[in-house]
Nanobody, 132 residues
Framework: QVQLVESGGGLVQAGGSLKLSCAIS????????MGWFRQAPGKEREGVAT???????SYADSVKGRFTIFRDNAKNTLYLQMNSLKPEDSAMYYC??????????????????????????WGKGVLVTISS
């Protein structure tokens, strides 16, 4: 059973930085497409950043140049370094994994041959709040 546990959320001022972590158990993260998603109140969940088994990364346009997704295979941990944070980045951030073969990262999401992948496993999320 794959389990994902996020940490690192909090309250920071605009322009600040946060680093989110996702501890992964029951899976080897480098074999799957994994990523970070977020959902703000009243808005739909959106893909933020993903990384696939080839190490290819992808980002939503709104975070390109500010956020970096990376993983530490030895620690079975996925990270999201967030810099130059804006109030509009405030949301619940979720770590997710798609464990089937053939998934690839694009525009901040994971895709399968039929389209955007719904992801197989999700963490409970962490709250990120950016004050102006």
């Amino acid at each position: 059973q794959v389990q994902l546990v996020e940490s690192g959320g909090g309250l920071v001022q605009a322009g600040g930085s946060l680093k989110l972590s996702c501890a992964i158990s029951g899976a080897t993260p480098y074999t799957y497409c994994m990523g970070w998603f977020r959902q703000a109140p009243g808005k739909e969940r959106e893909g933020v950043a993903t990384i696939d088994s080839d190490g290819t990364t992808s980002y939503a346009d709104s975070v390109k140049g500010r956020f970096t997704i990376f993983r530490d295979n030895a620690k079975n941990t996925l990270y999201l370094q967030m810099n130059s944070l804006k109030p509009e980045d405030s949301a619940m951030y979720y770590c997710a994994a798609s464990v089937a073969w053939g998934r690839y990262a694009s525009d901040g999401n994971c895709y399968n041959p039929e389209g955007r992948d719904p992801m197989d496993y999700w963490g409970k999320g962490v709250l990120v709040t950016i004050s102006s």
